[in-house]
Each structure stands twice: as structure tokens, then as C-alpha cells.
């Protein structure tokens, strides 16, 4: 299935549908950590800190409109895990080892570092 959506995108993007493209994989990175986050604990899920990342993305590329629909999609969808996991159907989150938030962490930010910084390169590129 994911090599299906990969092609997809390829599709889009072979087309010269840059827009379509990056909306498809937005939404698709978003519907993706949200699934994962609610099989694996909802808000406690280690996934969950791709969320801002993603709404930077989608602001960037996409315009303020679709990181404001995303923040709203994001909030609805962790309004939702929390009420879930009070009811008890979400599973508990699985018992990491004491390292992994801070991997995790680090990982994320270095992203983002490297994200920002490519964002910045190429809007300072286009004047």
C-alpha cells in the first residue's frame, strides 16, 4: 500500500503537479502519525512531535490556510486521543527505554533545524 502512495506521488510529481504532490504527502505524513499514535498510545506516542513539523511544512509550502486546517485537525485529533485514553480504549504506550524520548527529541529537532534552515535558503533564494 505504501509503494502505491508513492507512486501516487510520483505520478503527481512526473506530471509537473507540484501542489497536488505536496498536499497528497502533507496530509498523508499527517493521516500516517496519527494512526500510528492512536496504535501506540495516543498523546504518549513518540510520533506525536512530528505534528508541528508538519504543520510548519504545510505552512510553507502549501500557505497559512492549510497549517491553520492542520492545527485544527491536530487539536481535534488529540482532544480525541485524550478522551479515548480517560475512556481506557486507547492501549497504555508501550514501556520505552529511559533513552528514547531523548533520541527521539534530538532526532526531531535536528529535523527541524535542517527543515528552517533549508526553508529560509530558498526563500531567500527567490529574490
Known sequence: MAERRLRLGELLLSRG???P?????VFGAWTYV??????????????VILYPLIIIMAGWRLG???AYGLAGLTVT???GFFVAASA??????????PAL???VQVLTSLFAAVLVGSLVRS???RF
Not at 21 to 25: D, K, L, N, S
Open 101 to 103: 524520548p531523548l533520541i
Open 123 to 125: 526563500y531567500s533564494d
Open 21 to 25: 504532490a505536496t498536499v497528497f504527502m
Open 88 to 97: 481506557g480504549i486507547l492501549p497504555r504506550a508501550p514501556a520505552n527505554p
Open 64 to 66: 497559512p490556510k492549510y
Open 34 to 47: 496519527t494512526g500510528v499514535a492512536f496504535f501506540t498510545g495516543g498523546v504518549h506516542a513518540n510520533l
Open 17 to 19: 503537479k507540484v501542489r
Open 77 to 79: 485529533a488529540c482532544l
